[in-house]
């Protein structure tokens, strides 16, 4: 019982430093993976833990329409404080990212509420392999039938059920779920009349992928992100890194995309983007409330900084413990 608790301490200090701040086969495991009791206990300890420190994280809101013509849109999907997104197609339709544990059927109602079937969901993309955003893939997957895409340097840890570099810490964990089909950074996905472009943006996680579509409204296109992450949440930057070469990906994915200027940033915790502000727009008449093409440098800008902030406080503290 004591290191079941150790456990759940540390998994929820971890997930407090992940809060926002401002088709191949791939061969691989089965969908659904052996879990001992120890582990599901330590798991479900957790998520009634997080409820209790990130409600919002758990808070139903209306699925509503982003951006986007009837024909061609984006949709929220998720909760107050986890995004979740529906791309319908004329071939079936898409859902980026799965939210907590057991919100597989979150999403699949409200994708109902929308009017559409979720059982014509053909694909599933996933940001990163954090349990707050693939938590319900396995379930999202069972419910659907859908395809899993993702990124090679995620897959472990998606088919893994784990958070890399703390693979010994069950609170952290997700269901298993095996991932169809590996994509690789500037490839392109195409479902119906829609094509998403995956791109790389590593650090947060091994494998944290960004997507990037074109939505069109009124006659206009619109470059829409959904953005991974680049906090540094639970992550070791040293001593020893979460994995291999962090610092160097942070500091990739940093250069990469210091001058992206997207028309619509959107990502898996609403607070990155304002979306309650925005939201209010929109239901006040603006069509593009989501439209601001200056956001993202601004949010990217701050990471950066937050980045180097933390990368020199945890060296020190390394380093004094290191001297002793």
Known sequence: MRAMKSALLLGLSGLAACAPVVPEESGG???????????????????????KQFPSWFANIQPFRM?????????????EGLGMYFI????????????????GQLV???????GYDPADVKILLNSHAHFDHSGGLAELKQLTG????????????????????????????????????????????????????????????RGC??????????????????????????NRLIGPPQYEGIVEDYRKTFALTRDWKP????????????????????????PLAFVNDSEFSVFIAKMEQAFEAALEKQTLK???IMGE
């Open 263 to 286: 028309d619509v940033f959107l990502s898996n915790h609403p607070q990155f983007f304002g979306m309650a502000a925005k939201q209010e727009k929109l239901a006040a008449g603006d």
């Open 209 to 234: 992928t960004s997507w990037t579509m074109d939505v069109e409204q009124d006659g206009r296109s619109y470059k829409t992100l959904f953005f991974c992450s680049a906090s540094v949440a639970a």
């Open 108 to 114: 699949w109602d409200n994708i109902r509420q929308l």
């Open 67 to 79: 951006i986007g013509n009837a024909g061609q849109s984006v949709y929220f999907v998720g909760t």
């Open 146 to 205: 859908a395809k899993l895409l993702a990124s090679e340097g995620d897959r472990s840890a998606l088919e893994g059920g784990f958070y890399l570099g703390s693979e010994d810490d069950a609170s952290m964990g997700a269901a298993p779920v095996k991932v169809d089909r590996i994509i690789a950074d500037g490839e392109v996905v195409k479902l119906g009349d829609v094509a998403l472009t995956a791109r790389l943006t590593p650090g947060h996680t």
């Open 318 to 320: 390394h380093n004094a």
């Open 88 to 103: 319908p197609t004329s071939a079936g339709h898409i859902v980026i990212d799965g939210g907590m544990p057991g919100q």
């Open 29 to 51: 495991t089965p969908d659904s993976l052996a879990v001992t009791g120890d582990q599901t206990a330590v798991q479900s300890a957790a998520l009634s833990a997080m409820k």
